[in-house]
């Protein structure tokens, strides 16, 4: 399928120049050509995110900006193109995210939730400022898997408010089994152990790692 | 005899060797701790925060003493109607001004947010720290870079959207904003009598951009903000993003004195870009500083020291030191670095 991999080219390199409007020309382009919505999500969004992955792994030297743009059009595409799927894809899951009660900073959270969408998870976004019983009660109210609790401060990350708050609900309510909880944030990536201190069954570095960690503790 | 810490630091800036590595230590909220007052009772008034850091500041005797604030507070001074305080760290901003082009738009910049209660209550800070302890150890203030202040008006993602995928038009206006911001409170904090102010750029470093995006997208509003004005006494502080790529080009373009770096950035190659050319502040990955044991941190203020302080120029630092770093931890962390800095 060369084109496909031209388009696949295109694209990855549109993203990694943080240039949204050239990677949505690209998949544009490529729909006109007649490559398939499926094979649109499936060849090029996704292994993008993936190329993406392993270039931060490499080389160290993905930034937020590119993390932001490859997180923002892999969601904008995947949204256009589902509905125009043939069959109707098996959804991966379903995702809480938010940001620990008494932290407002969203930006990881929405890098996080846009790669997870391209990779067929459905993503509930609580926001900021978001209160344990809150994250508790819409993953029982959506029959989520996972509950991903981001946070950018130190207080926040270590408190009771936080992921330590979801943890101990999840636990008085028998719920560890089927509800996973993830934590992500610059404190974590500090600090590689403190996601195990306030009761995470995992964290991530970055999106793109978040999407394979939610994977596995959905399976 | 001793000398003492502005000795230290004029000692730097004229090139010559110190007796010891000088020490900057950021504790902000811990000054309500000393007081006995929760974090936003300390923060209500001017005098309160000075106490705060003149205690910390006698209690530790590090080498500076901080008359700042906090971040939340510029947007309070530009009319956000929320701040967040919690027992455990520092305020959040929880009403963001800009929502829209319009509010962009309206933004207004002048004097006149000069006299605003934020305002005037640091100004009170300074005023005393200066009247106090101005003989003895530099005072510090803190403003925010032009290309780092929309993420807290209008939130970060709003503010890469924009940055990224937006109306140049409308970002060069906000950016224009902002750096008038920038510029006149930089001005306004000189004239009070602080020493040094830390510029604080965290959107612009390698952690968010490219070294081509700095060049295209940040510098030109890094040589506003700072050249208006001039270099003299700005210290480039990284804000939480690694800062070594951009060092070069910063200093070529604005003749900063001193570069405050990253944890993860690397200390040698940092001194080695710099070349003699600015002051060189190296920061202990803090948050660890939670947990680590007393010979961990030993370990770590030693291997700081071991890759800056040979041939001076160099300055021991830490980035916002947690509310949670017990006093021990500080203690221990602040006598190992007046022990492995010794000249």
């Known amino acids: 399928m060369p084109i496909i991999k031209n388009v696949l080219e295109d694209y990855y390199d549109a993203v990694f120049d943080t240039n949204r409007d050239k990677a949505l020309d690209v998949i544009q382009k490529a729909r006109e050509k007649g490559v398939l919505p499926e094979d649109i999500v499936f060849e090029v969004v996704v292994p993008a995110i993936e190329r993406m992955l392993s270039d931060l792994t490499t080389s160290h030297d993905a930034t937020l900006a590119q993390h932001f743009i490859c997180s923002k059009v892999s969601a904008e595409v995947t949204d256009a193109m589902v509905p125009l799927f043939r069959q109707e894809q098996i959804g991966r899951g379903t995702v809480i995210l938010g940001t620990a009660r008494g932290d407002f900073h969203g930006l990881g959270k929405k890098i996080v939730g846009g790669c997870l969408k391209a990779n067929m998870f459905v993503v509930e976004d609580l926001g900021i400022n978001v209160t344990p019983e809150k994250f508790v009660d819409e993953a029982q109210r959506l029959s989520a898997g996972v509950i991903g609790v981001s946070s950018m401060m130190v207080h926040s990350a270590k408190g009771d408010d936080g992921a330590r708050g979801v943890r101990k609900l999840l636990d008085q309510n028998n719920l560890q089994e089927k509800i996973k909880l993830v934590v992500g944030g610059a404190p974590y990536r500090f600090d590689s152990h403190l996601y195990e201190s306030v009761g995470a069954d995992g964290w991530a570095d970055n999106a793109i790692e978040a999407v394979k960690i939610i994977d596995t503790l959905m399976k | ?343």
């Open chain 2, 1 to 343: 005899m001793p000398i003492n810490a502005n000795q230290r630091f004029n000692a730097l800036m004229q090139g010559e060797i110190p007796d010891r590595v000088p020490v900057v230590c950021n504790l902000f909220e811990q000054g309500a701790r000393e007081l006995g007052m929760s974090i936003e009772t300390y923060y209500s008034r001017g005098e309160y925060v000075a106490q705060g850091q003149i205690k910390l500041q006698e209690k530790y005797g590090y080498d500076n003493i901080w008359g700042t604030h906090y971040t939340a507070q510029d947007c309070e001074m530009l009319g956000s109607k929320k701040t967040i305080f919690v027992e455990d760290g520092p305020p959040n901003v929880g009403h963001l001004i800009l929502r829209s082009e319009k509010d962009i738009e309206r933004l207004t910049i002048d004097e006149s947010l000069l006299e605003t209660k934020p305002f005037l209550e640091l100004l009170k800070t300074i005023e005393i720290i200066k009247r106090e302890k101005g003989d003895q150890c530099p005072v510090l203030s803190a403003v925010i870079a032009s290309f780092s202040m929309p993420p807290i008006l209008m939130g970060m993602d709003k503010w890469l959207d924009l940055l990224l995928t937006g109306s140049v038009k409308i970002r060069n206006l906000l950016l224009k904003k902002c750096s008038d911001f920038c510029i006149m409170k930089t001005k306004a904090l000189f004239n009070a009598g602080v020493d040094m102010v830390s510029y604080s750029n965290p959107v612009a470093t390698a952690s968010f951009l490219s070294l081509e995006q700095f060049k295209t997208m940040a510098l030109p509003w890094i040589n506003r903000d700072i050249n208006t004005l001039g270099p003299q006494g700005i210290v480039y502080f990284n804000g939480g993003g690694l800062l070594n790529p951009m060092i070069d080009t910063i200093i070529e373009n604005t003749g900063v004195g001193a570069v405050y770096i990253h944890p993860m950035d690397d200390i040698r190659q940092a001194k080695e870009i710099i070349g003699g050319r600015a002051l060189l502040a190296a920061s202990i990955n803090d948050i660890p500083l939670i947990k680590w044991s007393n010979d961990d941190i030993d370990r770590e203020v030693k291997r700081i020291m071991d890759a800056g302080k040979e041939g001076g120029g160099f300055i021991f630092g830490t980035l916002s030191m947690p509310f949670g770093i017990s006093h021990d931890k500080i203690k221990t962390m602040l006598e190992a670095a007046v022990r492995y800095g010794q000249y």
